[in-house]
């Protein structure tokens, strides 16, 4: 297995973790997760230093960075964009970016597997970002799209074509945004809203995709911030 680094600055939390292999030993992830709403940019490159050094490598050791494309944050996802570009860079190694969505889905699925997976976000402007997931039975590490990311108001959520028989758990702070539909979340078998993206699961998605040949040149990896698509070409055009 490669060296890997993730992070993700999509949110409140600053988050950061390695993948790597010690001699002789199994695969090991060494993370750090720190609330750090508005010092993103003070506390990202030294928990990075920090979570290097305590997996024993260092920077030229990595063979691609992982980090959360957002929906999240503005500023936030520009961030993990910005300094994840520059390390691709400056080491020249492949660069994977990651949906901070999907990487709930697989956090969900490590307390409740074998569901199906509603993780929103909140979007701010009385909005919410949502996505639904399944998790592979035979692959934890990859979570499968059951319905395109969006960002929408929050009383629009629906649920994604399910069996009669599906169980599905909802997660993220979308939830507490004010009328997000009752009868998800009351019917769901597990409700976390206090749940966020983080760089291990982040790790999970980019190893995955890694192992496919998938990745970006840096120059290539851009924020996904899904209201440039919907949300603002709704305003008027004015000649």
């Not at 010092?39 to 290097?52: C, D, F, N």
């Not at 400056?90 to 949906?99: A, C, E, Q």
Request: with cysteine; proline share 6%.
């Amino acid at each position: 297995m490669p060296n890997l680094l993730a992070l993700d600055t999509s949110g409140t939390a600053c988050s950061v973790a390695v993948l790597c292999q010690q001699a002789g030993q199994v695969d090991q992830v060494f993370s750090l997760h720190e609330a750090a709403e508005r010092s993103h940019t003070q506390r990202l490159l030294p928990m990075i230093a920090e979570v290097l050094a305590m997996a024993g490598i260092n920077q030229r050791q990595l063979d691609a960075v992982i980090y959360g494309r957002g929906p999240g944050s503005f500023t936030g996802i520009r961030i993990a964009a910005g300094v994840a570009q520059g390390l691709s860079f400056g080491l020249d190694i492949p660069l994977i970016p990651v949906s901070t969505l999907a990487a709930m889905a697989l956090q969900a699925n490590e307390q409740y597997p074998n569901s199906a997976y509603l993780c929103s976000l909140d979007a701010r402007m009385n909005e919410v970002y949502v996505g639904a997931y399944r998790v592979d039975d035979l692959d934890a590490d990859v979570a499968q799209a059951l319905s395109p990311e969006q960002v929408i108001a929050p009383d629009h959520v629906a649920l994604p074509n399910l069996d009669t028989t599906s169980a599905y758990v909802v997660c993220g702070g979308g939830l507490e945004v004010a009328n997000f539909p009752s009868y998800i979340i009351e019917q769901a078998v597990a409700c976390l809203p206090s749940l966020e993206p983080k760089a291990e699961q982040m790790l999970a998605l980019g190893a995955a995709q890694l192992q496919q040949g998938k990745g970006c040149l840096p120059e290539d990896a851009l924020p996904v911030y899904l209201r440039d698509e919907v949300t603002w070409q709704k305003l008027p055009r004015y000649q």
